[in-house]
């Protein structure tokens, strides 16, 4: 039997390309990663010939891969694997991130403490183990305060003129709870109930609320579903929904039944007193959709501009300036999680008027709150929280 055999056609100038594009984005990061292990390495080992050495090596050889592994660990479509990835390779994240700073701190400590007179000769590898055994130990206390229940923080805002009416009106703030890889449906259904024990007359998520696509988290958020309060649910998208599928998160927002709120605004009437909602987009936004770019004073416009007292809910603290020009009388804002561990806490300010807590922009109040659950690593050194804000008249 005659056989022919045909030779495998070559590769077209465009698949080639095809594959390329396909790693090209993960080979950055992953280098990336890898070679911040090795300067990791080098700052604390100097050296493979010792036992020391030798296991950080092999330690930060595995969390090279298990990094990005968890990274993308929403895209497995096994779900045990995917939670098995998310969770070592985000507490591995957590780690580094601490072991990283240490280790700039000793390089720095130790020449400047020979430089002072203090005799280091032999410092070099108990010094490089406390490194290792402090980040561990920030990296545990860290877990433990990030999946503890949310506290509930009281803030009274004292408003000039406020009407009778209004007096006593609560407004439970949740944000920044990055429903995603280690943040599932029974975390955030603690949440829910804790909101809902507070009778709060509305309820204000200020962005950041998912980590993921609507097709993978859809079953996680649904508790959202279960949140009361007498006006409603008003929610503002921040970056993270932005990164996630804007669009579609907005319509499942609504279908969940709260108010997306897109630069605009809607009324509560009490007895002839009125306070107006308004919400706006990400200070991002306009990078992604240029005509929804975030807008406080578009927000307000129309009946919302006379309303008795304003409220603006804006996802960064960096659009309270744009806030308190536009006439608002408080605005609620997260996004920084007020560092959520040390010592990024002190980095906040670089892109942020605040941190957490109540301040004053000209006339109005601006409240940051630290976040109700945490993105990235499951690690908080500050508690995660769910505000309630009570408007008072101003003595």
């Known amino acids: 039997m005659n056989r022919t055999t045909t030779a495998p056609a070559p590769a077209t100038r465009s698949q080639a390309p095809q594959g390329l594009r396909r790693w090209l984005p993960l080979a950055i990061p992953v280098s990336l990663i890898a070679a911040l292990h090795y300067g990791l390495w080098t700052l604390l080992a100097g050296s493979a010939s010792t036992p020391f050495g030798i296991g950080l090596g092999g330690y930060l050889a595995l969390s090279t ?15 045990r694997w995917g939670a098995a990835l998310s969770w070592t390779g985000l507490l591995a994240l957590g780690q580094f991130s601490s072991l990283f700073v240490l280790a700039l701190l000793r390089a720095v400590l130790l020449p400047a403490l020979h430089w002072a007179g203090v005799p280091v000769l032999g410092w070099a590898e108990p010094s490089a183990w406390i490194a290792v055994l402090l980040a561990t130990l920030f990296t545990a206390a860290g877990f433990v305060v990030a999946r503890v229940r949310a ?21 439970a703030q949740i944000t920044d709870i990055h429903v995603g890889p280690t943040i599932r449906r029974g975390y955030l259904q603690r949440i829910v109930d804790q909101v809902n024990a507070l009778q709060a007359d509305l309820v204000a998520i200020t962005g950041d609320v998912v980590d993921g696509d609507v ?24 970056n993270h929904e932005l990164y996630s599928g804007a669009e579609s998160w907005v319509r499942e927002f609504r279908r969940l039944g709260m108010r997306v709120l897109l630069n605009e605004h809607f009324v509560v009437q009490r007895d002839g007193a009125t306070l107006a909602v308004a919400g706006v987009t990400d200070h991002s936004t306009g990078r992604f959709f240029r ?36 006439g608002y009388h408080l605005a609620l804002h997260g996004h920084t999680h007020g560092g959520q561990w040390w010592p990024w806490n002190h980095f906040v300010r670089v892109q942020q008027p605040v941190v957490k807590g109540l301040h004053r922009f000209q006339q109005m109040w601006s409240y940051t709150s630290v976040g109700t659950g945490y993105w990235g690593p499951p690690k908080r050194h500050f508690r995660s929280e769910i505000t309630l804000l009570t408007l008072r008249p101003a003595s």
């Open 65 to 79: 891969l298990a990094i990005p592994a968890g990274l993308l660990s929403l895209r497995t479509s096994n779900p």
């Open 151 to 171: 506290g509930v923080v009281e803030v009274d805002i004292p408003i000039d003129g406020l009407p009778a009416e209004l007096h006593g009106f609560r407004i």
């Open 215 to 238: 097709p993978t988290l859809q079953s996680h958020v649904a508790p959202l579903q279960q949140l009361q309060a007498r006006e409603g649910v008003a929610l503002v998208i921040g």
């Open 291 to 326: 005509e929804l770019a975030c807008d406080p004073h578009a927000a307000i416009a129309g009946a919302g501009a006379a309303a008795d007292v304003r409220l603006l809910l804006a996802h960064q603290p960096v659009t309270a300036p744009a806030g308190a020009d536009a």
